[in-house]
């Protein structure tokens, strides 16, 4: 496995004052090569009984397994929102089983989501974003859990959401909840398998032969509530499957707030785009494009309203709202380029365009072009003057050729 390297973070000069005095005798150089057994080890000594595991999913049973290894006594936690998967479920039961413990559940308010649910429905959370419904089954009950410890051990890692997550450090003064002696700096957050590859994690379990959730075995890679949860293809990045209908920077529930790293990605990202030769799509800095191919027409949004315009037009077109930064679009280059070539070549008869629709742009892109999250892919047929949008998540080659033959 990846070595965990320590890089105690703070995010306010109160928390940077806070870290020696909250950390105590955690050093970085002692971190240094630590395995994630080790960091689990000097996690459980120092705390004791007011250190938990938060527990969810694969990451959190490699976790659990760790601290069995240590010998320490060890606590977990984890939250039911009320709205997970049965698989989940028997997952909780076989860990208990499978380790001799017993899991804190922590409840969301009855009374708040009972207000929520009969406000807004069931399932708003597809129409206003997740954010509500995240704050009231998920964070709140965290909160209250968390101000009973000193210290937490989350199964985060930094390759589960590159945009999001690619700063996490293994130990830290929680930038975003309290513990148990109350205010800022009064939780330590520690994330042994920060610096540890997914696959990595899935290869300990495997030689561990641990429990795991039955919906692994059916493309779901990360799991949480079942609205809101749902398979992944090959190619596509694990957090894919969460909050779908939503673009890829959303797609976090609020848990772990203090690690997003949008100022830090945004930074990144500009820099890279300068380095490369500054402009994207829509000629401002951003991220270095993609999709740029001799058969991809790069169009801008006075192209983009003549599509709209017409009601014949000589030629189909397909066309891709894309965001250079969403590593969702990055996956599907290869795929779409191939098309391209495809569709543009001999016979193919066909256009193949795309749009940047971040940014300023984003806004048109709802609107008009059906845009929720990226990427989106559009065809324009020849003698339809709306749009049709691709339902599908496979983004293959085939998949989407087949959708551009029925309909053209």
Not at 62 to 70: F, N
Not at 202 to 221: C, E, I, K, S
Not at 240 to 251: I, Q
Not at 355 to 365: H, L, N, S, Y
Request: net charge neutral; proline share 5%; charged share 25%.
């Amino acid at each position: 496995m990846a070595s965990a390297t320590a890089s105690i973070s703070s995010h306010s000069v109160a928390l940077r004052d806070l870290k020696a005095a909250r950390i105590g005798a955690v050093k970085q150089q002692e971190l240094q090569g630590a395995s994630p057994l080790e960091i689990m080890d000097r996690a459980l000594a120092m705390f004791g009984s007011d250190i938990a595991i938060a527990f969810s999913g694969a990451e959190d049973v490699a976790l659990i397994e760790y601290a069995k290894l240590t010998g320490r006594p060890f606590r977990v936690f984890s939250l039911d929102t009320g709205r997970l998967n049965p698989e989940t479920y028997q997952l909780f039961d076989k860990v208990e089983k499978h380790y001799g413990i017993r899991i804190e559940y922590m409840f969301p308010d009855a009374g708040e989501v009972q207000a929520l649910v009969r406000a807004k429905g069931l399932f708003s959370f597809y129409e206003d974003g997740h954010q509500e419904c995240c704050r009231a089954r998920k964070v709140r009950p965290l909160r209250r859990a968390l101000r009973g410890l000193r210290a937490w051990i989350t199964g985060q890692r930094k390759d589960q959401s590159p945009g999001t997550r690619a700063a996490i450090p293994v130990v830290q003064v929680d930038p975003s909840f309290e513990g148990l002696a109350g205010g800022a700096g009064s939780l330590v957050k520690w994330n042994p398998v920060a610096n540890v590859d997914g696959k990595d994690v899935w290869t300990f379990l495997r030689a561990m032969d641990v429990p795991v959730n039955a919906l692994h075995a059916q493309g779901y890679v990360s799991i949480g509530c079942e609205p809101c949860t749902r398979p992944v293809l090959p190619g596509q990045h694990e957090r894919e499957g969460r909050w779908w209908w939503e673009d890829a920077k959303a797609k976090e529930c609020g848990l772990h707030k203090g690690n997003i790293d949008d100022q830090g990605g945004a930074a990144a990202a500009a820099a890279a785009a300068h380095k490369a030769g500054g402009a994207n799509g829509n000629g401002s800095a951003g991220a270095p494009d993609i999709f740029e191919s001799s058969g991809v027409v790069s169009l801008t949004r006075a192209g983009v309203e003549n599509l709209l315009r017409l009601e014949s037009r000589a030629e189909p077109w397909l066309v891709v709202l894309y965001a250079p930064w969403c590593p969702f679009c990055q996956a599907m280059e290869a795929s779409y380029l191939e098309l391209a070539e495809r569709l543009g070549g001999a016979g193919g008869g066909v256009k193949v365009g795309k749009f940047r629709a971040d940014g300023e742009q984003k806004a048109f892109a709802q609107q008009e072009l059906q845009l929720q999250s990226f990427p989106t892919i559009l065809l324009f047929p020849s003698r339809t003057a709306r749009p049709i949008k691709y339902p599908s998540e496979k983004r293959d080659v085939d998949s989407l050729l087949a959708f551009v033959n029925s309909l053209r």
